[in-house]
């Protein structure tokens, strides 16, 4: 095994309505705050989450700015557009990112737009961020993408069909805030993507060919609390348990690919992002069963360790038994979620599969984690599966 190490988010609050106390946990920022900015998305403006948080800035003599104004999926000329309507002609003492992925993924690039000299463009990579940003504070309301401890933030350019990275320490938050109260509203199908996402990030992470000690512990908690969570998330929303629970394993499931990296189903589903603008966590998940079939004869031991946490009773199984019982219960997940099965409903037709699998061989920081090589031939299988 190489050298490995993990960062994560300088501080992490969680607990139910731990938002509301947002001003007492203002002083682990570290610095004065006088005013901020909120990053969010309409939806929270109508159910009154940001009219809250505002009003417990507010209480601490602080001026509060918002934007609603991020696209789902944002482009990078929309987050260029955002920062030149907001964070470019401002100087906010923190930027607060309240929403789904992609609001987290804006605010982390917003803020190091702020504190260096160049365009979005010449980030996207590995650490190509050279100085840290704005603070940030950031506040999922799905338990989905994880992004609030991880490094990376996912950027859509529509002219080459894809979604590219930006991986830089610079984007980890001052302070994150986990509130379930928060996901208690969200439609079935996000709760369904965004769950299965996280699953994927803690699966991904664990078979990664940079598995390690530390992603290995935070990818198997994750996969434990997801696999007994998000049945009861979806179908009864407002269970605050299993939404605590889900919002935890999505953390960790962030934290794990943070620590190994994810693999070949995220590089699959750029291009499913990039092109026919699927969401990232219905990408994931329809592509998860497949990819994971794929892999199988090249991770039966680590797959079939995966069953326990996933509250499999595999008792006097052969390993290869197993891992095929782990892919089985990710099928009927997805089923069982709703998971869309046919990438046509999207558009995607025979004659676009090629250009996409080679779109996804070329995102190499995720397929050098495969455990498998993934040809172009064996990309073209596994998107055909999914064209019904």
Do not use: C, W
């Not at 001026?63 to 920062?83: G, K, S």
């Amino acid at each position: 095994m190489s050298n490995y190490r993990f960062q994560t988010a300088d501080h992490i609050i969680a607990g139910r309505h731990s938002v509301a106390n947002i001003g007492e946990h203002l002083a682990l920022v570290g610095l004065p705050i006088q005013k901020a900015l909120i990053v969010t998305q309409p939806a929270l403006v109508q159910t009154g989450a940001v009219a809250s948080l505002e009003a417990a800035l507010k209480d601490r003599g602080i001026a509060v700015d918002q934007t609603t104004n991020v696209e789902p999926e944002p482009t990078l000329e929309n987050i260029e557009q955002v920062f030149a309507d907001t964070v470019g002609a401002q100087d906010y003492d923190v930027l607060i990112g309240l929403g789904g992925g992609s609001i987290l993924d804006t605010t982390k690039l917003l803020s190091v737009l702020k504190t260096n000299n160049k365009g979005l463009e010449a980030m996207l990579g590995t650490d190509l961020v050279e100085h840290a940003g704005v603070p940030t504070i950031l506040i999922p309301t799905t338990s989905g993408t994880g992004a609030e401890v991880t490094p990376n933030a996912i950027v859509t350019l529509p002219e080459k069909e894809l979604k590219i990275g930006v991986v830089s320490r610079h984007l980890l938050p001052s302070l994150v805030i986990l509130d379930p109260v928060l996901t208690t509203g969200l439609p079935k199908p996000i709760t369904a993507a965004t769950g299965m996402d996280a699953f994927t990030h803690a699966l991904e992470s664990y078979i990664s060919t940079k598995a390690n000690p530390i992603s290995d512990m935070f990818a198997l908690e994750a996969i434990r609390l997801i696999s007994a969570n998000i049945v009861q998330a979806y179908q009864q929303g407002d269970d605050l348990d299993a939404r605590e629970k889900m919002l935890v394993g999505a953390m960790y499931g962030g934290m794990a690919l943070t620590a190994a990296g994810t693999a070949a189903v995220h590089a699959m589903a750029y291009p499913l992002g990039g092109k026919y603008k699927i969401a990232h966590g219905v990408a994931n998940s329809m592509l998860l069963p497949h990819v994971t079939q794929f892999n199988l004869d090249a991770i039966q031991e680590r797959l079939a360790s995966v069953a326990g946490p996933m509250g499999i009773d595999v008792a006097g199984l052969s390993d290869g038994d197993a891992a095929q019982a782990v892919v089985d219960k990710i099928k009927e997940l997805t089923k069982t979620l709703e998971i869309p099965q046919d990438l046509a409903e999207y558009g995607v037709d025979k004659d676009s599969i090629e250009e996409m699998a080679v779109a996804a061989l070329d995102v190499k920081r995720l397929m050098d984690n495969n455990p498998k090589t993934v040809t172009k031939n064996d990309a073209i299988a596994i998107y055909s599966k999914l064209l019904v």
